[in-house]
């Protein structure tokens, strides 16, 4: 397994979010490239939930090749390890993936830990090539040795996004076909005190 891929071609923000168009025209160029990359093998898609739904639904319909989907949900714990308190990263379920095509698809890729965690976890099913697809990249955050295979857009750390599948601190917004800096998604009043 490779940990540190290619990169693919960077696509800088300009404004302080996404449209939905740029977005599509985004993941169809993913699609693209990773249906060049299968020629036409089977590709198991595992798909982490909840953050990268609507990008991987989005993404595998653009994917010319046979897709199977798996779907794992991360849950972080602190786990006592003789007196000293350790964060562990477990994932729901673990699919059979011996001699296969794996991609896995989250939305974002900040610390890279949680990802590295499942990608080395998947490994251990002894895939025939293992990749990973992210919406956002943030390597300013990266603390680990890892780099996606594919992504859409690359982001500056500190930038908290809405929409797409991605939810404010409220749980709100994950409906919103564009992308949004969480900056940008604050309730805005008018007159007095009353929300718009």
């Known amino acids: 397994m490779v940990i540190r891929g290619r990169r693919a071609k960077l696509s800088a923000r300009k404004s302080a979010g996404y449209s939905a168009d740029r977005i599509a025209a985004r993941v169809g160029a993913l699609g693209t490239e990773i249906s060049r990359y299968c020629q036409g093998r089977r590709l198991d898609v595992v798909v982490t939930l909840d953050r990268g739904f609507i ?4 993404l595998v319909r653009r994917i010319d090749a046979p897709v199977v989907c798996h779907f794992v949900r991360e849950d972080v714990r602190d786990v006592d ?16 993936l011996n001699g296969r095509d794996v991609l896995v698809v989250d939305a974002v890729l900040e610390s890279g830990v949680t990802q590295e965690f499942l990608l080395r976890r998947l490994g251990e099913s002894k895939p025939r090539s293992i990749r990973l697809a992210v919406l956002l990249d943030k390597p300013e955050s990266r603390r680990v040795a890892l780099e996606p295979d594919y992504f859409g857009f ?3 750390s500190k930038e908290v996004w809405v929409g797409y599948g991605l939810a404010a601190a409220n749980g709100t917004g994950r409906n919103h076909r564009q992308l949004s800096s969480g900056a940008n998604m604050a309730p805005k009043t008018r007159g007095k005190g009353r929300k718009k």
Do not use: Q
């Open 55 to 58: 990008f991987a639904a989005d």
């Open 81 to 96: 390890h003789g007196g000293h308190a350790r964060r562990e990263v477990f994932f729901g379920s673990h699919p059979e």
């Open 154 to 156: 690359r982001t500056a």
